[in-house]
T-cell receptor, first 111, second 110 residues
Framework: KQEVTQIPAALSVPEGENLVLNCSFTDSAIYNLQWFRQDPGKGLTSLLLIQSSQREQTSGRLNASLDKSSGRSTLYIAASQPGDSATYLCAVKTGANNLFFGTGTRLTVIP | NAGVTQTPKFQVLKTGQSMTLQCAQDMNHNSMYWYRQDPGMGLRLIYYSASEGTTDKGEVPNGYNVSRLNKREFSLRLESAAPSQTSVYFC?????????FGQGTRLTVV
């Protein structure tokens, strides 16, 4: 069974810092990897999706990388802002019908 | 631009009561999913439906039933609620590539 781990579980940084969130998975036979953002009491918003054949994806201040062979992905957030405070989840897709989720990293950006 | 809509947003049930969580999507996706989210455990798949008329069990199906009424709607039923089913429930729909989530239903069973 695919296991997805996210480290750290929580992170506090001052505004303006660059930061990296980590995601690791045990089975490298993935179809894609998706990073989500979840605000308290809200649903999940998709941030970036990386296909298994890709190495990275970028959207604005966000950059996600994927090293499938080592079972790792990172989400890089540049010049963090208080509005970036949320829980960030990574999920891997291993077939047609399931996403395996990590437990998330709760990010707090301090003004 | 509704996307995935879940109702209700909040619900409190007594042990043994039944209820149905509703989900509808307007993106013409074939696949729909029900997940539950518990502290420290991430989201876990309860049931999924690859297309209208088909449903399959996910990782944690016990205590739940589902109905894929048509392409748009996928409901989750708790026949006899238990305190262990206290959770936040998310419906999602998607293509083979990407999933889109609703806002969630926070269910408390007392």
């Amino acid at each position: 069974k695919q296991e997805v781990t996210q480290i750290p579980a929580a992170l506090s940084v001052p505004e303006g810092e660059n930061l990296v969130l980590n995601c690791s998975f045990t089975d490298s036979a993935i179809y894609n990897l998706q990073w989500f953002r979840q605000d308290p009491g809200k649903g999940l918003t998709s941030l970036l999706l990386i296909q298994s054949s890709q190495r990275e994806q970028t959207s604005g201040r966000l950059n996600a990388s994927l090293d499938k062979s080592s079972g790792r992905s990172t989400l890089y957030i540049a010049a963090s802002q208080p509005g970036d405070s949320a829980t960030y989840l990574c999920a891997v897709k291993t077939g047609a019908n399931n996403l395996f989720f990590g437990t998330g990293t709760r990010l707090t950006v301090i003004p | 631009n509704a996307g995935v809509t879940q109702t209700p947003k909040f619900q409190v049930l007594k042990t043994g009561q039944s209820m149905t969580l509703q989900c509808a999507q307007d993106m013409n996706h074939n696949s729909m999913y029900w997940y539950r989210q518990d502290p420290g455990m991430g989201l876990r798949l309860i049931y999924y439906s690859a297309s209208e008329g088909t449903t399959d069990k996910g990782e944690v199906p016990n205590g739940y039933n589902v109905s894929r009424l048509n392409k748009r709607e996928f409901s989750l039923r708790l026949e006899s609620a238990a305190p262990s089913q206290t959770s936040v429930y998310f419906c999602a729909s998607g293509t083979y590539t990407e999933a889109f989530f609703g806002q969630g239903t926070r269910l408390t069973v007392v």
